[in-house]
């Protein structure tokens, strides 16, 4: 059967990608996009099955009115997909006050709004799937990503948590943490206000330089992660949180690993606070 699809952040790279995997097996797609006619060409090859709407994540109010759009438009949806965002890179304290609030306007309110727009639709209907794009980096760090992490962990705490209150009345919250994908993601990143002489000598420096030589490996290929995170939120049973890419489990995989180490060297300094 014809899936309803509503998909932020569709007019590039892994967005792109699920919206013309989703169009070309015959869904019906509500996408939404920042520059209005990057999916003329899909808009062309399926005028009667997508919906192209230009989309501001950090307008929040456009989010609700986009959905309940969307929503009349295909007469409900199966599945929301929440892509859209972008990278802040720098050291910390080299962003600006008003860097770090754009950026976790769109990559965490963003989606909040989004995901509480949407639900009142699939509460009403009794079923529904959303898919939340994270990252590796909502359960590991790196240098120069303080804040897309905080926006990746918030997110994923935020899914986290929803999961649990929406799963009895039939819907689905499914987290997927790609690692790096072969997509144009890195030149879209917005460099922080500052740079720092100290921080040229550390890590920081380090990942700086690396990613502006293009030195980064990226091993995700956007269209098998599309076919994934698609598969994924088809099946009856879905996981809440979906890894993609070989470099992502690797470093999770590690970073879980570590956590653990550090649990569990504190079980009894832990218990000697409990009270007597």
Known sequence: MSQRWLVTGAGRGLGRAITQQLLARGDHVAATVRQLDALDDLARQHPDRLIVRQLDM????A????????VAAL???DVVASNAGYALVGAAEEASDEQIAAHLSVNLLGPIHLIRAALPHLRRQGHGRIVQVS????QMSLPALSCYQAAKWGIEGY?????????????QMIIVEPGRIATAFDRSSVPAQTQIDDYQRTSVGNLLRLHAMGRLPRLGDPQRMAQAIIACADSTSPPLRLLLGSDAWRNVERALHARMAVLDGQRESAAATDIA
């Open 75 to 77: 007469g409900g949806l």
């Open 135 to 138: 990252s590796e980096n909502g």
């Open 58 to 61: 950090a307008d929040h109010a």
């Open 63 to 70: 989010i609700r009115a986009t959905v309940d759009e969307a």
């Open 159 to 171: 899914c986290e948590s929803v999961a649990q209150e929406v799963a009895p009345l039939g819907i």
